[in-house]
């Protein structure tokens, strides 16, 4: 296979995924370490016989070589996974289901992961590059591919504790050594990289903040491949024109320059996010940090593609107990409200531009705010849904040449700049910046 091939098409690349596996297995010299990163990719894998076939054996030729009293990490995880029962024909390590709107992976092998630098507490997202701590350059299995995509140096590697098949780490510039915080050079970079590869399958890239379930504070992604539409991608939600308001805060943007304004904010105001990057798109989420908040005992912390819908979770018990309910509380939990908490505004979707009509104002519901959105003429207006007055509910109010009046006492506001045209109310109410997309309004909610 040609160098750039393996992207040619995901048969290719599972190719290149499982013979890099295979070559990491035939080393003479094979560690606990490395033996667990091929078993926790390859339970992906089941249906490869013979490779699996060789993994039984080197996992025989490891247990007879092992000291059984080993501490470290890994030699720990290898003496729990060398117990296992493991049964390829009647495969139990892995099972998919769908609660809801939500994808629910139990993967029996994710729960010998210790808790690490990703689940620690740390409260800023841009730390400098410590050679000293673990980097990408530090491991010796061979990588999965390095080369060139666009123009830019690129190694990929992969995921020691993969929540899904053929998921990787992608690592831009890994000879200099950068820190996980994101430039606009970048962020630019894996917004065209998405969409370059997007011409030959399904692709996405995930990207975790320092404090937002970052593993290593070396600059990376991860990529997924050949996958199925993501929930959050799913038409059902208000961010993408349907009518269900997702339970995380999210910003959904369509071009680079636009989703850099708010990671800069995030950047500058020392937000941890994760990011999601999708085919001409950028889904934003920030987030608490990793430790400030109580992490859902059922699963792996919250990174990226849990923000995007999908739950690893370790035992049957609990993947039976999950409910709906419970998986959105847990998204809104880490969730945060970017003016409540930061003092930041910005736009976020309040409402599709089908359901504001002529004539009736629209009650919106968002944020925590009630607010009351009005189409007047081409134009789109939105203003807060609670009179000065008394309280009144003015979405409920009657509009008129761009005025609305409060169905309690009649008072009547300018919905353009929030004026008093008539009272009894005193005080203006508060309006809102709006701007369109296609299909829905988005307004600034400061
Ligand atoms: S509450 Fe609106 S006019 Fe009294």
Partial sequence: MENNEIFSSVTNFHTAFINGLDKILSSEDLKPASFNLVFGNAIYHHQEREFLERLESAKAKLAAAIDPNSTDDDSVIFLKLKDMKLDWQNWTMLEDR????????????????????????????????????????????????????????????????????????????????????????????????????????NVSFGYNSLGASASINHLHFHLMIG??????????????????????????????????????????????????????????FPRKFMGTYKAVPWSTSFGWLQFSGNFTVYDEDAVNRLTEDII???????????????????????????????????????????????????????????????????????????????????????????????????DPIKTYKLRKTDTTLEADLV
């Fill in 98 to 201: 769908k609660i809801n709107s939500w994808n629910v992976q139990l993967n029996k092998f994710r729960v010998l992961k210790p808790r690490g630098f990703s689940d620690l507490l740390i409260t800023q997202v841009h730390l400098p590059f410590n050679g000293n701590d673990f980097n990408f350059n530090k491991i010796s299995d061979p990588t999965l591919w390095s080369g060139e995509i666009i123009g830019r140096k690129v190694s990929l590697y992969y995921n020691k504790f993969p929540n899904k098949d053929l998921q990787t780490l992608l690592v831009l510039d890994p000879d200099q050594n950068k820190e996980q915080f994101l430039t606009e050079e970048d962020h630019n970079f894996v917004f065209e990289m998405t969409s370059s590869l997007s011409r030959l399958y």
């Fill in 227 to 284: 996958i199925e539409k993501l929930p959050v991608a799913e038409d059902e939600w208000l961010h993408n024109g349907g009518s269900k308001t997702y339970p995380a805060n999210i910003y959904v943007f369509n071009n680079p320059e636009e989703s850099w304004k708010l990671i800069d904010k995030l950047n500058q105001k020392n937000v941890a996010y994760n990011i999601l990057y999708l085919p001409g798109k950028v889904f934003i």
């Fill in 328 to 426: 959105n509380e847990a998204l809104q939990d880490a969730s945060i409200k970017l003016e409540e908490q930061t003092g930041m505004g910005t736009y976020i979707t309040i409402a599709k531009l089908e359901d504001v009509k002529e004539g009736k104002p629209h009650c919106v519901d968002v944020e925590g705010k009630s607010l009351a959105v009005f189409k007047v003429g081409d134009e789109y207006f939105a203003t807060t849904g609670i009179c000065t007055h008394a309280g009144g509910p003015l979405c409920q109010g009657e509009i008129v040449n761009g005025v609305v009046t409060c169905p309690w006492h009649g008072s009547q506001f300018d919905v353009k700049n929030g004026k008093v045209e008539r009272g009894p109310a005193k």
